[in-house]
């Protein structure tokens, strides 16, 4: 990394209390070693600075070296099987199914209130057509039609307000 970048912004108040030796921040004052935490209160003495400003500064420095994902977390060089990246989580399979939802919602709310319960009954009571028709007192097949025609009038709103949007057909 070119001087004077960081994988992270640093304040400018900070990166001025940043001690301007490389090795402050693992070596203090009498040759003592640690991270910012241990050695701020002796280079704040030192250097007659706040204890909180040399902390932060001593903590701006590690920014300037970036942790690999990569990196084997025991301490051991040689054993690469559990890293960094094995404690990140990862993409939550569920976040489509509430983008979906939330992109129905409007387009359920323009239906007319018998394909909207039609719909509700079918896909979140799990009821069949034929118990909505008992229900309603319609046939299975006019069911059927109404729900055809409320499902594609929601594809079609879900897709116009996606390509409004986005720019894009859904």
Not at 154 to 165: K, L, P
């Amino acid at each position: 990394m070119p001087a004077g970048d960081t994988a992270i912004r640093i304040p400018p108040k900070t990166s001025v209390c940043a001690p301007a030796y490389p090795g402050t921040a693992q070596q203090g004052p009498q040759g003592r070693t640690g991270t910012g935490h241990r050695l701020g209160r002796p280079v704040a003495e030192h250097a007659c600075l706040a204890e909180e400003d040399v902390t932060q500064g001593l903590e701006a420095l590690e920014s300037y070296r970036s942790l690999s994902l990569d990196v084997a977390l025991d301490g051991r060089a040689d054993n690469d099987d559990y890293t960094f990246m094995d404690t990140l989580g990862g993409a939550d399979s569920r976040f489509g199914l509430i983008e979906d939802r939330e992109a129905v919602k409007p387009a359920l709310a323009m239906l007319p209130e018998r394909e909207r319960r039609i719909l509700y009954w079918r896909f979140f009571e799990d009821m069949t057509q034929s118990a909505i028709a008992a229900e309603l007192d319609l046939s299975q097949m006019h069911v059927s039609r109404l729900s055809s025609r409320a499902l594609a009038r929601v594809r079609a709103e879900v897709e116009q307000n996606a390509e409004q949007e986005y720019g894009v057909a859904a």
